[in-house]
């Protein structure tokens, strides 16, 4: 089955720096990336997600960038704020309508002001 | 927007009890999921329901089963709790975009 690896587990930044997170899969079949930010006492919701036949997707300060012949792929989060500040979680699927995803372990991310 | 709903959000109960739990949504979601979230392992699937009375075994179902007699509705149920199953578990919902729609999640403690 599907293994996905996330790292960091751990990320502190300075308000205003850059952050990166990077996942690696091993399915090459997988073709849909989804990422997930989980606040404190929630749960996670959807933030970016890219398919493989895109290389690169951008929503204002957070991107996400796709290498399938490497199998990884990274989120970017630029001129990061206290609000940004949560578990990030990466995920791995084959895209088919069952949806079943493979989860990254998850990264916590201090934003520190 | 979609909705998914968990019917506690905090639970405790005894080693041995019978243990249920509850998630509606309110989207017409064929696909729906249970996860188990522990520190440092992720989110870790138990089962998950293409169709009303479908279900299939996730990656860890040991201990649980499931009951899918409504769409809009999914349970999750540990026959006999024991205490290496307090965790926090998840709810998703998808409606065949493969994007998933959690619900805010039930931390159970089994004493």
């Known amino acids: 089955g599907e293994n996905v690896e996330q790292h960091p587990s751990t990320l502190s930044v300075q308000e205003g720096d850059s952050a990166v997170i990077k996942c690696t899969y091993s399915?090459?079949?997988?073709?849909?990336f989804p990422w997930y930010k989980q606040e404190l006492g929630k749960g996670p919701q959807l933030i970016i997600d890219?398919?493989?036949?895109?290389g690169e997707k951008k929503d204002q300060r957070i991107a996400v960038t796709l290498n399938k012949t490497a199998k990884h792929f990274s989120l970017h989060i630029t001129e990061t704020q206290p609000e940004d500040s949560a578990v990030y979680f990466c995920?791995?699927?084959?895209?088919?309508?069952?949806?079943?995803?493979?989860f990254g372990d998850g990264t916590t991310l201090t934003v520190k002001p | 927007d979609v909705k998914v709903t968990q019917s506690s959000r905090y639970l405790v109960k005894r080693t041995g009890e019978k243990v249920f739990l509850e998630c509606v949504q309110d989207?017409?979601?064929?696909?729906m999921f249970w996860y188990r979230q522990d520190p440092g392992l992720g989110l870790r699937l138990i089962y998950f329901?293409?169709?009303?009375?479908?279900?299939e075994k996730g990656d860890i179902p040991e201990g649980y089963s499931v009951s899918r007699e409504k769409k809009e509705r999914f349970s999750l149920i540990l026959e006999s709790a024991s205490t290496n199953q307090t965790s926090m578990y998840l709810c998703?919902?998808?409606?065949?975009?493969?994007?998933?729609?959690f619900g805010p999640g039930t931390r159970l403690t089994v004493l």
């Open positions: 995920a791995a699927s084959r895209g088919t309508n069952a949806g079943k995803s493979t």
């Open positions: 399915d090459s079949a997988s073709n849909y």
């Open positions: 890219i398919r493989s036949n895109v």
């Open positions: 989207m017409d979601h064929e696909n």
């Open positions: 329901s293409y169709d009303v009375k479908m279900k």
């Open positions: 998703a919902t998808d409606g065949g975009s493969d994007t998933q729609y």
